[in-house]
């Protein structure tokens, strides 16, 4: 009976097999910096496969989690393979065997990531990585390796891969809306598929205050959306150990001292203009008290401020292992400030407003370093036109500053200032973009009335093209392009919740997961967009059938006819 279904098998695999008559070689997302497959074939996975690997907590979770998928996904491809008809000759592949030279590295930014997974014709397969976590980038792409059902595997291919860049992440804002743990932990899960290595969790802004800091529990109890919408400590700990399971590093930002209405709910008295309306009528722009609804800045000047804010900073090292700590120091309107007395007092007695930055940096950064972290800022801190502190407060060798506007241009004013750098452009890198605007009672809707770009501040939607063909490094020296640590898209969440969350991401986060990893450029140098939309297509299927709700990027008539919706050139 076994050797009967031996048979069957291999029958229904050559049946497959001679259907793979018009497709294009095997597809890896993101694509590896060296793909070598010179003979394309294929053979069977044993029904007794399984991998030998070094045992390490978080390795092994993640080779228990491969073979499951290797096992079962049973994808079909939208372009079946090219694969010579050889089965027949190869056994099937029983072992993949893990060989890994540095089980003590911990994850975090500039571990070595690299790997290498050779599939001969016959005998066992082998991934060779420095670490567990480049075994498991290495295990990612074997999975994509397999396909079909009888499973098939590629064989006769060797790859060796490494990313460009260390820092290649997603930032999720969870106070505009929240999301259940659940779908930040398939988004983490999706992360690692797309060989992606850091969840920046933007937690807490002006809106809702969800994390339960255990020595300040008024701030989520009183701040947050409700006791149904709040990250427990228990929360923190199973997304921070799935992260850690999948290669993913869980950063977490605590943003201030602007966006900070929410901790007015606990303490009004630290908080500048909390609850007061954002713009008020009859004022000039420059005049606001927030660039959208939600106001708040906590009052440099109040001591109490620091006490509670300290406490919270202690209490996410504690939550947190990751290195880096962000503190947000973005959007400082000067409006908010000058409608506190004991604020403007301070103004009106020769004191600025970058002063008060100054002061309230000078009094939380030297704490957040003592707790052995790396101090991440988004790029006002030190570019705002109005409120800024010098390069004398940010130590260099502890900061990093994170960049969202102006493109390039900011980048190179950021890294000519001796600064590393995350790059998050909003003219590239912001996921939601192009959806208009959330504001109420808004004119600029009006039949006739001029609206840029729909409504949105940062318009047009920023498509996957748009991500995959900017270059992060661009208009820098090799020195300068030495700072760029990586680069993050970004979904802020004023009109994004749980309901649109993996569309909104997926598969615009891939196209830069790959330009992150090997590049948007061929062996030649040139642009390969045109390739990778097929491949893109290809993959974004992968995921859905995963349980990724992707987008899709074009009708399915295009996917199975690759090349025919391309352009000869560009309109």
């Not at 927030?290 to 504690?318: M, R």
Request: a negative charge; aromatic letters at 10%; glycine letters at 8%.
């Amino acid at each position: 009976m076994e050797s009967m279904l031996v048979i069957i098998r291999l029958a229904l695999c050559l049946l497959a097999l001679f259907q793979l008559s018009s497709g294009s070689g095997v597809n890896v997302w993101p694509k590896p910096r060296t793909f070598s497959w010179p003979n394309p074939q294929a053979t069977l996975l044993s029904p007794a496969f399984t991998i030998a690997a070094p045992n390490h907590t978080f390795l092994s979770s993640a080779v228990e989690r491969y073979l499951r998928l290797v096992h079962t996904e049973h994808h079909f491809p939208l372009v079946n393979p090219s694969v010579n008809l050889t089965p027949s000759n190869l056994p099937p592949l029983r072992t993949l065997s893990i060989v890994v030279s540095d089980l003590k590295a911990p994850l975090q930014h500039g571990v070595d990531e690299s790997y290498s997974l050779s599939i001969p014709t016959s005998g066992p397969a082998k991934l060779t990585a420095n670490t567990a976590w480049g075994a498991m980038r290495g295990l990612e792409t074997f999975s994509q390796l397999v396909w079909g059902y009888p499973s098939v595997v590629a064989v006769g291919v060797y790859v060796w891969d490494a990313p460009l860049f260390g820092h290649r992440g997603i930032m999720l804002d969870t106070s505009r809306n929240y999301y259940p743990v659940k779908d930040i932990l398939r988004t983490i899960g999706a992360m690692s598929a797309n060989k992606l290595n850091v969840f920046h969790w933007h937690i807490t802004d002006s809106h809702s205050f969800p994390l339960v800091v255990p020595s300040e529990p008024d701030l989520a109890a009183k701040g947050s959306y409700g006791p149904d919408m709040q990250y427990s400590p228990n929360d923190i700990k199973t997304i921070v150990q799935f992260g850690l399971e999948h290669g993913v590093r869980v950063l977490p930002e605590i943003d201030s001292p602007g966006h900070t209405g929410s901790w007015a709910e606990a303490y009004p008295e630290i908080v500048a203009c909390a609850n007061m309306f954002w713009w008020p009528a009859g004022s000039e722009w420059a005049d606001r008290l927030a660039s959208e609804p939600g106001t708040g800045h906590l009052n440099p000047l109040n001591p109490k401020t620091y006490q509670v804010l300290k406490n919270v900073i202690h209490d996410v090292a504690e939550l947190f292992p990751e290195p880096f700590f962000h503190a947000g120091a973005d959007e400082i309107i000067p409006g908010c400030w000058k409608a506190d007395p004991a604020i403007n007092f301070f103004l009106s007695n020769g004191g600025t407003l970058s002063q008060l930055l100054e002061i309230f940096v000078n009094s939380t950064l030297p704490y957040i370093l003592s707790l052995n972290r790396t101090v991440v800022y988004w790029e006002d801190v030190l570019l705002d036109d109005n409120v800024k502190v010098p390069t004398t407060v940010l130590p260099k060798e502890h900061t990093i500053l994170q960049t969202w506007n102006n493109g390039p241009s900011n980048t190179k004013r950021i890294v000519s200032s001796g600064y590393k750098t995350i790059v998050s452009s909003s003219d590239f890198y912001y996921l939601d973009c192009g959806h208009g605007d959330f504001l109420g009672n808004d004119s600029q809707y009006i039949a006739g009335a001029k609206s840029k770009d729909g409504g949105s501040w940062c318009g047009p939607f920023k498509t996957w093209q748009t991500i995959y063909n900017y270059d992060i490094t661009y208009g820098l020296s090799k020195e300068e392009a030495k700072l760029v640590l990586g680069g993050e898209v970004a979904l802020w969440s004023e009109q994004a919740d749980r309901t649109v969350l993996d569309a909104r991401i997926w598969p615009r986060a891939s196209a830069m997961a790959e330009t992150l990893w090997s590049g948007n450029r061929d062996e030649m140098g040139m642009r390969r967009y045109a390739g990778a939309t097929d491949r893109l297509n290809e993959w974004r299927y992968r995921m859905v059938q995963r349980g990724v709700k992707a987008e899709p990027l074009q009708p399915l008539w295009c996917v199975r006819n690759p090349g025919m919706c391309n352009t000869v050139q560009g309109f």
